[in-house]
């Protein structure tokens, strides 16, 4: 479903997995990539940076796909 990205908590690690995936996907990248890519940024322990550079950038997408 769609994310509330206005009110939505990064604190949550769950809520930044789906963020980075919706992010991902609005990119064009396969699934299994994403799936990969996310792996990848919790073993460096960048799940929360990446996820919030995601969001400002998903709330950009979405903003633009409004007008």
């Not at 604190?11 to 996907?25: G, I, R, S």
């Not at 990119?27 to 990848?40: D, P």
């Not at 073993?43 to 400002?56: F, M, P, V, Y």
Request: proline content about 0%.
């Amino acid at each position: 479903g769609d994310l509330d990205l206005e009110d939505i908590d990064m604190e949550d690690e769950a809520n930044q997995k789906a963020v980075l995936k919706e992010y991902l996907k609005e990119k064009g990248i396969a699934s299994e990539k994403i799936n990969k890519r996310i792996t990848r940024y919790e073993d460096l322990g960048a799940l929360e940076d990446e996820a919030t550079d995601a969001l400002e950038e998903l709330k950009e997408i979405k903003t633009a796909k409004k007008e």
